[in-house]
């Protein structure tokens, strides 16, 4: 008989998506007439389809299949050269400095953010925000690690900071946040760079909402602040940025300057660890989907992928704007497809799961199911369409109104 990796008994069961679809699923069964009206502002995935340059540049990278002179087998398990270059200048457009050889192209930032794991021992301090985005936590969990939680709240707008009196080794950060919609700025993450710097840490920065930045002041990259090559590794991904979801592309960048000693003394640089480890468990993202992913970054993707995200933006705007009037506190929704509001009238976040289902046929997320902190909280996105948006919110307006 095998052993187990028995850490995998230590996670807790995700009954989030599961238990929305059920509750929705058994209203609309005992309330057809309702049930019809239902709108979802609870979607966590893009709807709007690929832009036109990429359907282009992936068509061009199938027809390239097709014939032997110019047919591709394994790529390099880094990304193309291409695809890469790409990458560093867009990262150079938006202010900042990245070598190509930094960057490794994946199959999206959900892989990386988990299996970046791999690179780190056991016995360290691990800092994970809390509400975050859970595959930090599981991940870590299934590797036996022990996880301290970052206390996101109010008093500190979802945006936890370091705390200078404890020494830390791994420290997760994912701004703009899923699900808060927060975002730090830049004296913000300087202050986390110094950090980590002082207790020779590294930072893992989730920067999977970047394109969504739209206030020149705030960092889009944790590379954007001084220093940070020295203790940052940075996941990005095309799924929010570029409608890739269903495509699947990411990018992580492990700069060569981040070097850390082994117990024995000998220098070992991360860079060289992700490489070997993609090289090994990894064998290259498809070269069909970085012909798409490449030209994301051109001027003419950049603008059609701008038009996407200003959709969702004005969706965002309606649920902030409703929520501003109704003088309900609320975080994110201008720099991030989420809107992250504490529960009127001191509900949990089930009862106002519930309380919005029956009354107003409106679905969100609980906060809940991002965190412990999160329990008096709810989260809406932007990601359905303008018209469901607004009607979903006029809806909400009058319900609270009255209240
Ligand atoms: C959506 C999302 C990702 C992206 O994951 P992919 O695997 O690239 O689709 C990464 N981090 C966060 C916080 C996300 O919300």
Redesign the pocket.
Known sequence: MPRLNEHYLNLKESYLFSEIAHRTAAYAEQNPQKGAQIIRLGI?DVTKPLGKVVLKALHEGVDAMSTAETFKGYGPEQGYEATRNAIAAYYKKNGVEVDPGDIFVS?????D?GNITDLFGPGNVILIPDP??P?YVDTNIMCGNEVTYLEGNAGNQFLPMPDPGVHADVIYL?SP??PTGACYNKAQLKEWVDYALSNDAVILF?S??EAFVSDPELPRSIFAIEGAKRCAIE?C????TAG??GT???YTVVPKELKFRASDGTEMSLNAMWNRRQCTKFNGTSYIVQKGAEVVFSEEGIRECQENIQYYKKNAKVIADTLSRLQIPFFGGINSPYIWFECPDGMDSWTCFDYLLTNIQVVGTPGAGFGENGKNYFRLTAFNTYEKTVEAMERFEKLFASL
Not at 107 to 111: E, F, L, Q, R, V
Not at 237 to 240: A, R, V
């Open positions: 966590g199959d999206g930032a959900k892989s953010t975050v985005y595959v994912c946040n899923n989730d999977a909402y996941f991904s095309l799924s929010k890739f979801t699947r592309c990411g």
